[in-house]
Structure formats: C-alpha cells, structure tokens
C-alpha cells in the first residue's frame, strides 16, 4: 500500500477524537438536558437564620407567617392569630416590648398581604442614651460653672449651689460650710415643698460627732449614699427642719458628697432623692462628685473676693482724711469725693500737719496717677512721707525729693502730682507761705477783694527719676485771703456732652463765694462741679481745700470793692448762679 504518511499533527488530532466524531466526520447531534440537581437550600432556612424578625399579615390582619427571630422579639405574636402591636398602616414603628427596644419597617406584599421586618435595637438605643446622657452632664457642669462663677457673693452663691442641681441630681439639696473660727455649721437648702431656700446654723462641734452624713463627711472626707432611708437616718443626715418637708415627699435615697475648699474641713453638699425618682447610678454619683469640684471653686473664688474686699474697705477707711485740725492764725476746710467704682480706693489724699516750727504748720495735696489698691497704698505711703519729713524740719522742695527718692525703689509705673507747702502767720494776720508744686494744678488766690488769680509753677511732676530738683516759691497773703487748692478731677470732670469743668470755671465759681466762711466756700463749690456734672458720672477723685486767713479782731470787716485801690474782677459777673450769688 502506497501513499503519503499523514503527518506528525494529523496524527495527534486523530488519535484524540473519539471515534463517533470520526465516523459522523465531525456532526454533533443536540446535547441532552441535564439531569435536575436536588435544592441544597431554602428560603425558609434563610429566614430562620435571621435576625431580623419577619411577620406576614393577611389583608384582614391575621399573622399568616413569623420566623425564629420574630417568636423572640414578639413572645405573644403567633400564627393563625392577630397582633395589634404592629398596625396595618403606616411606614415605620418603635415601640417597647418586654423591656426591649423594638423598631419595624413595613412593606406591602401582593395579595393585599403586608410584612413587618422587625429588629432589636436595645444595644443601640442604651448606646445612644449613654451618649446622650453624657451631653447632657457635661451641659450641665458647664452651666453651672459658668452661672456659679458669675457671683462672688456668698449668700447669692449659696442659693445657686442648692437650687442649680434641682432637675438634674436631686429632688433636695443642702450645703453645710463649717466655720472654724467661730465653731459654727450653716446649712443652706432648697426645701422639696417649693418654700423658699431656708438657712440653719447649728453648732459644729455637735456635727461633728454625727455617725453619718455632714459630720461623718467633714471627718473623714469621703463620699457617703444611702439607697434607703427611714426617718431614723433621715433625721440625722438633713437638718431636723428640714425633716417634715422631705418625709411629705417620701424621701427614700441620699448622697453626701464632700465639697474640696482646701480649709481645715471641706463643705458638704447633701444629695436626697423621693421615691418617684430612681436611685442614684454610678454615673450620677460621678456627676455629684464633678459638681462638687466645682463648687469648691466657685467657695474658694468668693472667699478670695471676700477677704479682698474686707482688706480694701480697710484700707479705704485708713484713706479717708480724718477731721482737719485747728491751725493758729487761719481756717481751712476741704472736700474729698472718691470715684465710687474704687470703693474709696483713690489716688488723692490731702491732709495739714505739724512741723518742727511751733508756729507754722504743713499741708499737702496729691493724686496718685490710677486706680486701686496698689494706687490706694501707695497714695498712704506718700503721705506718710510727706508728714514725717515734714515733722523732721525739712522744707516743702526736701520734702518732695525725698518721695521722689522713695518712688525710685518701688513700683516704676507709679507717678504722682503733688503741691506741698508751709505756713506760718504772722502778727498782723498776714501768712508766709512756701510752696513747692510738682506737676499739680497751681492753687487759686482770691485776694480780699474777691479778685482771683492763678499761679505758675514749671517743676515736674513725682516719677521716681533720678536727679529731679524741687523748687520752692514763697507767697505772702494779706489778711482776707484764700488759697484754693484742688486736684484734676476738678477741672477735667466733663458734663454728658463731653465739657470740662475748666479752669476758667473754677474762678468764677470761687469768685461767686468771697466773703462766704471757709465751710460753706469749699460745700458751694462742690456743689457747683455736680451742677456742671448734671447726670454725668464723677470719673476721677475730687479734692477741694481752702486755707482762708480771716482777719484780726478790731480789723474792719470785709471791705467793698470800691473801697480798694485796684480795679474789679476781670471776669463776668455770676448772673446766671442760681443761688443768687
């Protein structure tokens, strides 16, 4: 047998089909169905395994179909039976069902049939109770530290402290601040039947031994609860007035809670709860103790502005000038008038006092630039200064370098302006006078014919700089005469559209008081500043002191104008003082 070989690929592809295809030369007939696999699953497996609960409702309301998961979230819900819990309408529900939080979602099936997916949101819901729960703390201890450190005031701040945690802590709420000096408890409480907030002092020492509550707190500093009360344990942890009110309400659990004041012994905040309310839980006791922190607070930051305040009333009352003292040869009067913001804490002082010489005698005028008590210290200080040395000898410019000295080595952002002077009488009524002006207004001069002037100084004012000099200008004033001095807050006080009192004012208004006694002189002026002043609040410290020198007995009284031998005031008459003046 002759012929060509078949080839290597020939070969391989002949060798793999299976003979049927060789014989048919390469048709395949149709291929047969395969045979049906048997389910390996079901839907109603699916639905067992859920967790969410299923319930199918025919259109008349009967449960037709409910899963594993529905059974246990719906203990009453079974087929063949309705179920009113969820209803026929509507496109959601929340709802409750044995202390379970329960939420549904409804979707319409043919037939009319419809379907409730129902799921367990307890977890969740607590979850979000938590979180809201703590907002809500935190909201809380904010609010009241920010309403408790809004006041100082220690009976104010008592009522807050009682009356804040009300809805949010407790149904009652007591604070007992124990007293060391004088051995006193006073308790301070909101009453549960709505009266108003009562006080109770007692005796700490008898406090003190109480097995439970406030004095078992104050001796050992930790926090007490009871989750239940009789009245025999109630008696002893509130004040006994407060027994009856709380009884009314059936008071049933409390917490006392020591409050941190960093005293001898800490305050103690009593926290009393009815029986309508639950008992306390951890985290509320948390919030009792956070509220107490901040109590503590705010007692510290009243007790601080307290003591602040008693020692700058103190020392305002050592500020005020005492009474002026009876000079041979003249009379003086003066007027002080401090800003009220400063509670009498100014920077102005004045006073008259002795010197080395029996027949002459001192005075002083200044303003402390500020406000204060630092300002009101050192305003003391000055002079303090100004009447040793001049109790020393030493002359009104030696007395003013030695406080520029001593401001030297204190505090450099304190400058004062001062006017010191001496005087001495002499025989015929007439006065000397030294005067040594350091950055002050000049004083005023009116003459016995009601003329007045002004003086010129040029030395600078008090600054602490090394080198200053003082100078020293004498004055000598005829019988009749008055010597004004006064401060800035005189002439720069501004009435509500923003005019200054001035100068210019002053001099006419001192002008209008000749012949008037030296008490009435410095009362009229002042009253003339308020009347420029109107409704406008005084912002600066007023000083007014007149040193008059009358004249002699015998001397003729005090002559007219016309009488003299130079001319009238160069200024307007006062027509318009309302006084007649």
């Not at 000083?543 to 031998?565: F, Q, S």
Request: proline share 9%; glycine share 8%.
């Amino acid at each position: 047998m002759t012929g060509q070989r078949p080839s290597s690929d020939e070969r391989g592809r002949n060798t793999q089909e299976p003979a049927a295809h060789r014989r048919t030369n390469g048709f395949k007939p149709p291929h047969a169905p395969d045979e049906p696999e048997a389910a390996l699953w079901s839907p109603a497996e699916v639905l067992d395994e859920s967790d969410t609960g299923v319930v199918v409702f025919t259109p008349g309301g009967t449960v037709r179909y409910l899963n594993p998961a529905a059974r246990r979230l719906l203990p009453d819900c079974v087929a063949g039976g309705g179920y009113p819990t969820l209803p026929a309408t509507g496109a959601t529900w929340n709802g409750e069902v044995d202390d379970r939080r329960v939420r549904g979602r409804r979707a319409v099936l043919g037939g009319g049939h419809y379907a409730w997916y129902v799921q367990d949101t307890t977890a969740e819901r607590r979850r979000e109770d938590a979180l809201l729960a703590e907002r809500r703390r935190k909201v809380f201890l904010a609010e009241a530290g920010r309403v408790l450190a809004a006041t100082t005031n220690p009976r104010r701040l008592t009522d807050l402290v009682t009356t804040l945690p009300a809805r949010e802590l407790a149904d009652w709420v007591a604070l007992s601040v124990p007293s060391m000096e004088d051995g006193r408890l006073r308790t301070t409480y909101a009453p549960a039947t709505g009266s108003p907030i009562a006080r109770v002092t007692t005796g700490l020492g008898a406090a003190w031994t109480a097995p439970a509550g406030v004095g078992r707190v104050l001796r050992t500093g930790r926090q007490e609860l009871h989750p239940l009360m009789d009245h025999a344990l109630l008696s002893r942890l509130v004040p006994i007035e407060a027994v009856a009110d709380l009884m009314a309400v059936d008071a049933r659990c409390a917490l006392v809670v020591p409050v941190p004041t960093d005293d001898d012994a800490p305050s103690v905040l009593t926290f009393v709860r009815a029986a309508t309310s639950d008992p306390f839980a951890e985290e509320e006791i948390a919030l009792a103790v956070d509220y107490a922190e901040r109590v503590g607070v705010a007692l510290r930051t009243s007790r601080l502005y307290v003591e602040q305040d008693r020692r700058t009333l103190l020392l305002a009352e050592a500020l005020v000038p005492g009474p002026l003292p009876e000079v041979p040869g003249a009379r003086i009067a003066a007027r002080y008038r401090p800003v009220s913001l400063t509670n009498g804490l100014g920077g102005d002082f004045y006073a008259v006092h002795p010197t080395a010489d029996a027949g002459a005698w001192a005075f002083s005028v200044g303003d402390v630039c500020g406000r204060g008590t630092p300002v009101g210290m050192f305003s003391s200080r000055s002079l303090l200064i100004l009447r040793t040395a001049a109790s020393a000898g030493c002359g009104p410019a030696r007395r003013m370098g030695i406080l520029d000295g001593e401001l030297t080595r204190g505090d450099p952002s304190l400058v004062l302006t001062a006017i010191t002077g001496d005087c001495s009488v002499r025989a015929d009524g007439s006065a000397l006078i030294r005067l040594t002006c350091a950055g002050h207004p000049p004083p005023l001069w009116m003459d016995p014919a009601g003329r007045v002037r002004a003086m010129e100084f040029t030395d600078p004012l008090v600054a602490g700089i090394p080198g200053t000099v003082f100078t020293e200008r004498e004055l000598l004033l005829p019988p009749g005469s008055t010597l004004l001095l006064y401060s800035d807050g005189v002439t720069e006080a501004r009435d509500a559209d923003g005019t200054a009192y001035g100068v210019e004012t002053l001099r006419h208004d001192l002008a209008s008081c000749a012949g008037m006694p030296v008490d009435a002189l410095v009362e009229r002026l002042e009253h003339r500043l308020m009347l420029h002043l109107a409704d406008a609040p005084v912002v600066d410290d007023v000083v007014l002191m007149a040193i008059h020198l009358p004249y002699r007995d015998g001397d003729k009284a005090l002559p007219l104008l016309v009488e003299l031998d130079y001319p009238a005031p160069d200024y307007p008459a006062p027509d318009d003082d309302p006084d007649g003046v």
